[in-house]
């Protein structure tokens, strides 16, 4: 059983450029949870969702951020419009339900 | 509400010292709880955990206890490896399938 995937690992854009990170989960896993971890800092929960739901947002930037979980496919963090604050590693993780959460080796973005 | 406070790092000790990370949390209801470790730049990878009240989780030499009367689960290790260098997460896991993440303490083992 594969683990969970992200792709791309390392993602370089421009300021102004849209980002998008996508995350696989583990086969069988219908939870799926985006996390923030900025440099020398802790873990930052972002979004929470379920296939085709959002369950949870409270952690999103009100602004450039958006996330889905297709009914089909992996689920997508988007952030339009990247400014140089963005820069940060973005954590995926899967879950089966109420059990400990599988976290994908993340996605570093870099803004330039 | 839910939350989970973890001893500030970082933290160095000596190869062979005992480790002890301490974490308290606040929550509803009977959580499960939670030690993830994350090593220079990979992803969390779950380190012990346990479901209820007395439970002990442990793992590769790690332990914690799931002290409810005090809200704790400090993570001890009674000698501590150089390769046990890593960033140590507590977590909480309550109703709805939230997960809730301690700050992270940053663990140094000297040769």
């Known amino acids: 059983n594969a683990g969970v995937m992200q792709n791309p690992r390392h993602l370089v854009r421009r300021r102004g450029q849209e980002a998008r990170l996508r995350c696989s989960p583990m086969?069988?896993?219908?939870?799926v949870y985006w996390y923030r971890q900025l440099p020398e800092e802790g873990l930052k929960f972002m979004v929470y969702?379920?296939?085709?739901?959002?369950?949870?947002e409270s952690g999103m930037p009100k602004e450039r951020f958006s996330a889905e979980f297709p009914k089909e496919g992996p689920s997508i963090l988007r952030i339009q419009q990247v400014v140089r604050g963005d820069s940060a590693a973005y954590f995926c993780?899967?879950?089966?339900?109420?059990?400990?959460?599988?976290f994908g080796p993340g996605t570093r973005l870099t803004v330039t | 509400g839910n939350s989970v406070t973890q001893m500030e790092g970082p933290v160095t000790l000596s190869e062979e010292a005992f480790l002890t990370i301490n974490c308290t949390y606040t929550?509803?209801?009977?959580?499960?709880l939670f030690w993830y470790v994350q090593y220079p730049g990979e992803g969390l990878q779950l380190l012990l955990k346990?479901?209820?009240?007395?439970d002990k989780g442990s793992n590769k030499g790690f332990e914690a206890t799931y002290r409810k009367e005090t809200t704790s689960f400090h993570l001890e290790k009674g000698s501590v490896q150089v390769s046990d260098s890593a960033v140590y997460f507590c977590?909480?896991?309550?109703?709805?399938?939230?997960?809730?993440f301690g700050t992270g303490t940053s663990l140094t083992v000297i040769p």
């Open positions: 993780a899967s879950s089966p339900g109420r059990h400990e959460q599988y």
């Open positions: 977590a909480l896991s309550n109703t709805g399938n939230q997960f809730y």
């Open positions: 086969k069988g896993h219908s939870h």
């Open positions: 346990a479901t209820k009240a007395d």
């Open positions: 969702l379920q296939k085709e739901n959002i369950i949870d």
């Open positions: 929550a509803t209801g009977y959580p499960s």
